[in-house]
């Protein structure tokens, strides 16, 4: 366990003191190659000659390797340079790389101020010289170079599950801990009651797959358009039938449960059919409008993910007014950071009022 960790478990016991007084269950990360997920930009010397870079505020540093990140990348991230300052056509105008890896593939993404029409043929010579799934974007364009997709196989107590995504999506930056969380809300979940899932913020359906054989039925809930048309391929991709997404905000989910409004992205779908035992909630940093505490505080179980601390702790301000909080997870998700990833485990008081 790095010193961070034991840093940030202290804490968040700390924070979370008002509310749970239990053991937390704690989930550490490799300290190296554990991130799937890099971004960096370019910087040009005065001899033409270029170098990744981060920035520090507005100070930018010259980055020669990035020990945190996915071996595929560091691997890459040399010999994809050297071909870069060769030719003087691929590196003008050039200002950022994106770098996603799944378990087995790799696909980097280079970001232009030029039309990349205009580069084609060095693009696809890069892509091929280094075998490489390549995209090149400018000012909304998009080429791409072998597959923009990647697979990845995860692997939950032996369960194999296979996702795709690509780097326009949602993705848990760090696998070993996206695994994890994964067998720790399967774990929670598997001697509680279920009946049917609701499912809000359900990505590519990271966590919906996995869990969905332990339901009767589940209705995930995702804003972007990407992330559903994923979740759905992935659906596919696992033989999965019992599973129903839509592509709504949790905004949205909560008028139409409460029959406010009703819904074309819906017509298909039965919403008084389902009898929702669990409530799986993973909000972005902001955490969860009011109108979500509302709708999640009526359900007998809820699970939350959640990447901040500080919004996790004002929404169960809310939530253990009706709910008390059963068990707690701290997952080391990005290492070497102040960031923390926690879940939470709730689950309804007797004779709460809503
Ligand atoms: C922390 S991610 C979790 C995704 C997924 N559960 C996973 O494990 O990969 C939050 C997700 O919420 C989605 N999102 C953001 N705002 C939303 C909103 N208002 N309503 C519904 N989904 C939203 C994002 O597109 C993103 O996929």
Redesign the pocket.
């Known amino acids: 366990m790095n010193i961070n960790f034991e840093q940030k478990i202290l804490e968040a016991k700390e924070l979370f003191k008002p509310f749970y007084k239990g053991d937390f269950e704690l989930f550490s990360s490799p300290t190296s190659h554990f991130r799937t997920r890099a971004e960096l930009s370019f910087f040009h010397n005065e001899n033409g000659e270029i170098f990744y870079a981060m920035f520090n505020g507005k100070q930018k540093y010259i980055v020669r390797n990035l020990d945190f990140a996915d071996e595929k990348i560091c691997a890459l991230m040399p010999k994809l340079l050297q071909a870069l300052n060769l030719n003087q056509k691929l590196k003008t105008k050039l200002f950022g790389v994106e770098f996603l890896a799944s378990k087995k593939e790799l696909s980097v993404s280079l970001l232009y101020h030029k039309d990349t029409l205009e580069i084609k043929e060095d693009l696809t010579k890069l892509s091929n010289a280094l075998n490489l799934n390549l995209i090149a974007r400018s000012r909304g364009k998009k080429l791409i170079f072998g597959k923009e997709n990647l697979r990845q196989v995860l692997d939950i107590k032996g369960k194999k599950i296979i996702y795709e995504f690509d780097n326009d999506c ?3 930056p760090n696998t070993y801990i996206n695994e994890k969380m994964i067998e720790w809300v399967s774990k929670q979940i598997l001697t509680q009651e279920k009946s049917d899932l609701l499912e ?5 359906g ?2 919906t797959l996995a869990l969905a054989p332990f339901f009767r039925r589940v209705l995930a ?4 358009k990407k ?1 559903i048309a994923y979740a759905l391929k992935n659906c596919t991709l696992n033989n999965s039938s019992n599973i129903h997404f839509a592509r709504l ?3 949205e989910l909560s008028k139409a449960l409460r029959k406010e409004r009703e819904f074309f992205r819906l017509k298909d779908i039965d919403l008084d059919s389902f009898h929702f035992s669990h409530v799986l909630l ?3 940093r902001a955490g969860l409008e009011e109108s979500v505490i509302d709708l999640a505080k009526k359900y007998e179980n809820i699970l939350y993910i959640s ?1 901040n601390p500080t919004s996790l702790k004002e929404n169960l301000t809310q939530l253990t007014q009706t709910h008390t909080i059963t068990n707690f997870a701290l997952f080391d998700q990005f290492a070497l950071t102040p960031h923390l990833e926690c879940g939470v485990i709730l689950k309804k008081i007797n004779n709460a009022s809503k």
């Open positions: 949602f993705i848990q809000l913020y359900c990505g590519y990271n966590f809930t995702e804003l972007s992330n905000s949790s905004e993973d909000p972005p990447c």
